[in-house]
């Protein structure tokens, strides 16, 4: 019965499908931007607190979403300090929950990826006379496929997280209902099957988008070795 | 594959998607109305919805959850239509200024379901409240949705009625699943519970196994919706003449008619009982 739910997938499923790729992809996007530089000056920085900082972000890669998600409501209600934005409710309100939620995940991972290339590469960066700070964007680009795996488990807890979109998107039909909504909505109504074919397409988006990043991460590989 | 490539392969592979979608409608015209699980997994939205947006053109949004935090989230603002099923929390909140006006919309029932096996006995039974202290007594098991919604409140009130102290059986024979009515019928099934649902629910639920309704047919059994607008003074952002306008659509003959016209399996879900001048 599943099977058959999966291969009769229609319009309105594909919006669904697409809603999620929209909001996890935008989420990890906006994510990245903000963690892998702050993860690689969080790596070669020398500042008091560091070590704190650092158990801090790693911390917050457990970050509950049902909690980012009320936090993120509060804000954007109409009685909250952002709500004259009027951003609740709408994909952009479940977009900058999962920023929120996926940016640690990102900062840490990148900090320690860029750590290690730090440690190896320090001493010859230094003799070129390039600054600390200014070593990041080098690092960066020379970590990029190690990167990958930071970018896909953010993007992994993006996409599969319903916690926090539920609560800011409030799962409405053809606004803000994405994959794992719909999974939620169709338990509670006891269409198990239905649910678990959902779950099952859920799987198969993720590896599709591990399989698309995983095949640039090893084009470029090789391109840094050739 | 040089640096530029990798970069414009990645960005475009990452943002593609994002931007190739048509963005959301957000200049459309629309309301959002703040409802509970049970309007919305009875499916009455879905047949009652589109009907409404044919005819004015507003799309209604609907963020399904239980009456408690419907409220809440209505008290905060954040939605222009109240449609709940908890009378005593409704008029609450209309005289607290959080919304305008409350009316009637429809009604439904209330059941008890419990497995065949039938541990308390109750089964057949019209007396909800004698049912519910020979529950009690017997120690059967019983799944309450402890989630504050207009289901719980109701489940609250008949266990006062029927002078049972749950809180002190919570966790031992009284399991609070602290969910919606669909996930408290997941559970209380999958333990063999019975279980205080609205009708609507129970008939349109997937996954009732070997099930049936226990406790029917009693008048305190008895679940009225109300509409509402929320107050557009306490927040300037309601939409008052497009939330109105759904509001007086719901309890007009059109409306009213289309709610008496949705049926699952030849039985009808809700029974329409506004008392607005009907045209």
């Known amino acids: 019965m599943a099977t058959g739910l999966i291969l009769s997938g229609n319009a309105e499923l594909w919006t669904i499908v697409l809603l999620s790729l929209q909001v996890s992809l935008t989420a990890v996007v906006f994510a990245a931007l903000i963690g892998m530089p702050a993860g690689a000056a969080l790596a070669v920085g020398r500042f008091p607190g560091k070590r704190a900082l650092v158990v801090l972000i790693n911390a917050l890669m457990g970050l509950p979403p049902v909690v980012v998600g009320l936090t993120v409501y509060l804000l954007l209600s109409n009685s909250g300090p952002l709500g004259v934005l009027q951003l609740l409710y709408t994909p952009t309100a479940m977009i900058i929950a999962q920023v929120v939620l996926v940016t640690p995940i990102i900062a840490a991972l990148t900090r320690q990826v860029i750590e290690d290339l730090d440690a190896e590469y320090s001493e010859q960066l230094r003799s070129f006379g390039v600054s600390r700070l200014a070593s990041v964007p080098t690092l960066l680009w020379d970590g990029r496929t190690s990167l990958l795996t930071a970018l896909l488990a953010g993007f992994g807890r993006a996409i599969a997280e319903v916690g926090a979109v539920i609560i800011v998107g409030g799962n409405i039909n053809h606004v803000t209902r994405v994959m794992t909504t719909t999974i939620a909505l169709e338990t509670s109504k006891g269409n198990l099957a239905l649910a678990l074919a959902l779950g099952a397409i859920l799987i198969l988006i993720a590896i599709a988008v591990n399989g698309a990043l995983g095949l640039i991460g090893t084009a470029s590989g090789r391109a840094a070795h050739a | ?279």
């Open chain 2, 1 to 279: 594959m040089n640096k530029r490539t990798f970069l414009i392969r990645a960005a475009a592979l990452l943002v593609g998607i994002g931007i190739g979608l048509p963005a959301t409608s957000a200049e459309d015209r629309f309301i959002v109305v703040q409802s509970t699980t049970s309007t919305q997994n009875s499916g009455l939205f879905d047949v009652l919805l589109p009907e409404f947006t044919r005819k004015t053109g507003i799309e209604v949004r609907v963020v399904a959850v239980g009456t408690g935090q419907a409220i809440k989230n209505a008290q905060n603002g954040d939605g222009d239509v109240l449609l709940v099923h908890a009378k005593a929390a409704e008029e609450k909140f209309i005289a607290d200024g959080g919304g305008v006006e409350r009316f009637d919309v429809m009604y439904n029932d209330f059941v008890v379901v419990g497995p065949p096996a039938d541990p308390a006995g109750v089964s057949g039974s019209k007396d909800v409240v004698a049912s519910l202290a020979k529950i009690a007594e017997s120690k059967a098991p019983f799944a309450s949705r402890g989630d504050d919604s207009g289901t719980h409140k109701a489940e609250l009130k008949l266990w006062r009625a029927a002078g049972v102290d749950v809180a002190a059986a919570s966790g031992d024979w009284y399991r609070e699943t602290g969910s919606g009515m669909g996930a408290t019928l997941n559970t209380g099934t999958g333990m063999g519970a019975y279980i205080l649902t609205d009708r609507a629910t129970w008939i349109s639920f997937g996954n009732k196994g070997d099930y049936e309704i226990s406790v029917e047919g009693d008048k305190q059994l008895f679940n009225q919706y109300g509409v509402m607008l929320v107050n557009p003074e306490k927040h300037p952002n309601v939409k008052a003449e497009d939330g109105q306008a759904f509001i007086d659509w719901l309890t007009g003959k059109e409306g009213q008619d289309a709610i008496a016209a949705y049926k699952i399996d030849g039985q009808q879900l809700f029974f329409p009982n506004s008392t607005r001048p009907q045209s």
